[in-house]
């Protein structure tokens, strides 16, 4: 039998990845300039759903920040240091290359609150 050419190869599949991915994402995109105030609310209101459908791992996409007034991120430092402060939340973390990077936030829950 002769070698497998590469496009005859199979891609490897981790088994576990599936047990990794978020259950449930929310993108910021699109909804235009936002206060504070809005962006705890739609996350608030997100994560509360989430909670009650028993999800323990979300996904936000934040963006990178380079259309904010100064190029600079703003959604994505303030949710992260605002979801580090509840009580529920085991980690927030960035995002894996292939969910978005350096332009989204996984969020992983407390299993018991």
Wanted: some cysteine; charged content about 35%; aromatic content about 10%.
């Amino acid at each position: 039998m002769g070698k497998l050419r590469k496009k005859d190869r199979k891609k490897k599949v981790n088994k576990y990845d599936n047990l990794s991915k978020p259950q449930a994402e929310f993108d910021f995109h699109g909804r235009g300039a936002m206060t504070s105030d809005m962006m705890r609310e739609l996350a608030d209101e997100f994560i509360d759903e989430c909670r009650d459908r028993g999800l323990r791992k979300v996904l936000f996409i934040t963006g990178k920040g380079l259309h904010s007034a100064k190029g600079m991120p703003v959604i994505k430092p303030f949710l992260k240091k605002y979801l580090s402060g509840k009580n529920f939340v085991n980690r927030v973390y960035e995002g894996r290359f292939d969910r978005g990077g350096t332009g989204t936030l996984e969020v992983i829950f407390n299993e018991n609150l």
